[in-house]
């Protein structure tokens, strides 16, 4: 073995960056930047219904991160942490909930290694973070 392959070797570490090896004050800043783009992911949305109704045809991008936060938003609609925007009510439906965790952590399993960082990023993230949301509304249920 050369020095430079030696070198090489020693050289080597690994991190673990999955979401439930993050520090507390790393957890809320995440769910606080979650809950910023399933809020702006929430007026895209409603700006978009808002030309539909006006016969206006805004083209919002669709991709693979658009898709898993539309599902996303749904739960925490579900979960009660975002009014319906007509009503302004909030609704609690943990089975919609749990389903849309099972969809996200099947939609895991079959894109493994198909996504590039930030989508698996994001993928995890989500999933970590409605995971604790909803043992969290379980237990005061």
């Given at each position: 073995m050369s020095k430079d392959e030696e070198k090489e070797e020693s050289?080597?570490?690994?991190?673990?960056?999955?979401?439930?090896r993050l520090s507390e004050e790393d957890s809320q800043q995440q769910e606080?930047?979650?809950k910023k783009e399933q809020e702006k992911e929430a007026q895209k949305h409603a700006d978009?219904?808002?030309?539909?109704?006006?016969?206006?045809?805004?083209?919002m991008e669709?991709?693979?991160?658009?898709?898993?936060?539309?599902?996303?938003s749904s739960a925490f609609y579900y979960l009660g942490d975002i009014p319906d925007?007509?009503?302004g009510q909030t609704q609690e439906n943990l089975p919609a909930v749990?389903?849309?965790?099972d969809i996200l952590t099947m939609l895991k399993a079959k894109t493994q290694?198909?996504?590039?960082h930030e989508e698996q990023k994001l993928l995890e993230q989500l999933i970590y973070e409605l995971q604790m949301k909803y043992i969290a509304k379980q237990k005061k249920g």
């Open positions: 050289s080597f570490s690994f991190q673990d960056r999955r979401s439930s606080q930047q979650i978009q219904e808002d030309s539909h109704a006006h016969g206006q045809q805004g083209q669709i991709n693979f991160s658009t898709f898993v936060l539309s599902l996303t925007p007509m009503t749990q389903q849309t965790i290694n198909n996504l590039d």
